[in-house]
């Protein structure tokens, strides 16, 4: 099946500092998801991105589906936005449809 | 307000006792699945559900069931829990989730299950 992997798998940045957050993939996808998990449990679906770059907010990403990864950007990073970040992927030619294949995640925390 | 709704979001059971853990969408999702998240392991797919009446295992189906009787609801129903299903669950839903058709998941609150 498809294999995600994440970097950093952990990540301290200081408030106001800004980050990227990588995720590789090893096959052709025809979705991909990042989301936030609050220290709740929660996850929280940041974007929808399979292809090219969106925005909203402080947070933006971007697919090069061709190259297989995906990158997410925190600008102005806040202790909000302490957390998990996973990234997701569905598809490929070697399987893994019908659901989604989770990355290891990066663990971040936003410090005073 | 769109979104996946799981009942209970927390629960203290014992090995053997059935329960089950249900699942509602309102967005008129035809796609249906449930997740477990363990410390090391990720989210993993437990079972899936392309529309109602239809479901398939996901990754680790071992000890569940599911059903999908009406297309807004999916539960999953642990018969004789063990401790090792002692996790957080997660169940999602999308519009579609076909080859040429995917689209964005979306995910319940999380419904964490201990099980002694």
């Known amino acids: 099946g498809i294999q995600v992997e994440q970097s950093p798998p952990d990540l301290i940045l200081q408030e106001g500092a800004n980050s990227t957050l990588r995720c590789n993939f090893s096959d052709s996808v025809n979705n991909l998801q990042w989301f936030h998990q609050n220290p709740w449990g929660q996850l929280i679906n940041l974007f929808y991105?399979?292809?090219g770059t969106k925005q909203n907010g402080r947070l933006s990403a971007t697919t090069v589906a061709t190259e297989r990864y995906s990158l997410l950007y925190i600008s102005s990073s806040q202790t909000t936005d302490s957390g998990v970040y996973f990234c997701?992927?569905?598809?490929?030619?070697?399987?893994?449809?019908?659901?989604?294949?989770f990355g290891t995640g990066t663990q971040l925390k936003v410090e005073l | 307000e769109a979104q996946v709704t799981q009942n209970p979001r927390y629960l203290i059971t014992v090995t053997g006792k059935k329960l089950t853990v249900t699942c509602s969408q309102n967005m008129n999702h035809e796609y249906m699945s449930w997740y477990r998240q363990d410390p090391g392991l990720g989210l993993r797919q437990i079972y899936y559900?392309?529309?109602?009446?239809?479901?398939d295992k996901g990754d680790v189906p071992e000890g569940y069931k599911v059903s999908r009787k009406e297309k807004r609801n999916f539960p999953l129903i642990l018969e004789s829990p063990s401790p090792n299903q002692t996790s957080l669950y997660f169940c999602a839903s999308s519009l579609s989730l076909v080859r040429l058709a995917a689209s964005e998941q979306y995910f319940g609150p999380g419904t964490r299950l201990t099980v002694t």
């Open positions: 991105i399979p292809s």
């Open positions: 997701a992927v569905e598809g490929g030619l070697t399987g893994g449809e019908n659901k989604l294949t």
């Open positions: 559900s392309m529309n109602v009446e239809v479901t």
